[in-house]
């Protein structure tokens, strides 16, 4: 069982219907916000040495 530390999950701030892998849903209530979680850019490599 997960408590609460301010009386409600962070949740992302959009009002349409978010879907969520398991491991989000475990950040999610692990306390870790969703929305500032950015990706790595991808890059290309002209070659490998």
């Given at each position: 069982?997960?408590r609460?530390?301010?009386?409600?999950?962070?949740?992302?701030?959009?009002?349409?219907?978010?879907?969520?892998?398991?491991?989000?849903?475990h950040?999610?209530?692990?306390?870790?916000?969703?929305?500032?979680?950015?990706?790595?850019?991808?890059?290309?490599?002209?070659r490998?040495?």
């Amino acid at each position: 069982m997960k408590r609460l530390e301010v009386n409600r999950f962070v949740w992302p701030g959009a009002e349409e219907i978010v879907t969520l892998s398991v491991e989000q849903l475990h950040w999610l209530l692990d306390g870790i916000d969703l929305s500032v979680i950015q990706k790595h850019r991808q890059r290309h490599y002209l070659r490998i040495s």
